[in-house]
Nanobody, 121 residues
């Protein structure tokens, strides 16, 4: 089992920044691909970003250079720096861990409870 706890969500104005963090415990963190997903009310869960075991990032098309994902295997954490936030980024953001590199939520085995991000216009 891997336990994931997100933090760092909140309310921010459009154009602002937030940094989300996810702390992992349980099995060896460095053995897992880490991802961030988000889900807005009434919408499907959407891939945001993932980082491979070696730290290579990959982003959803909508990110367009605004977000940066990183992992710290020594601290068992993964972070998502979000800049130039837009109202359409409003969603619950989830941290996920899996053993397959991918962008589909079903490929991830463990999930956090989520953290709310609200961007006002």
């Amino acid at each position: 089992q891997v336990q994931l706890v997100e933090s760092g969500g909140g309310l921010v104005q459009a154009g602002g920044s937030l940094r989300l963090s996810c702390a992992a415990s349980g099995r060896t963190f460095s053995n897992y691909v880490m991802g961030w997903f988000r889900q807005a009310p009434g919408k499907e869960r959407e891939f945001v970003a993932r980082v491979s075991l070696s730290g290579i990032p990959y982003y959803g098309d909508f990110v367009k250079g605004r977000f940066t994902i990183s992992r710290d295997n020594a601290k068992n954490t993964v972070s998502l720096q979000m800049n130039n936030l837009k109202p359409e980024d409003t969603a619950v953001y989830y941290c996920a861990a899996g053993q397959v590199v991918g962008q589909i939520s079903g490929q991830y085995d463990y999930w956090g409870q989520g953290t709310q991000v609200t961007v006002s216009s």
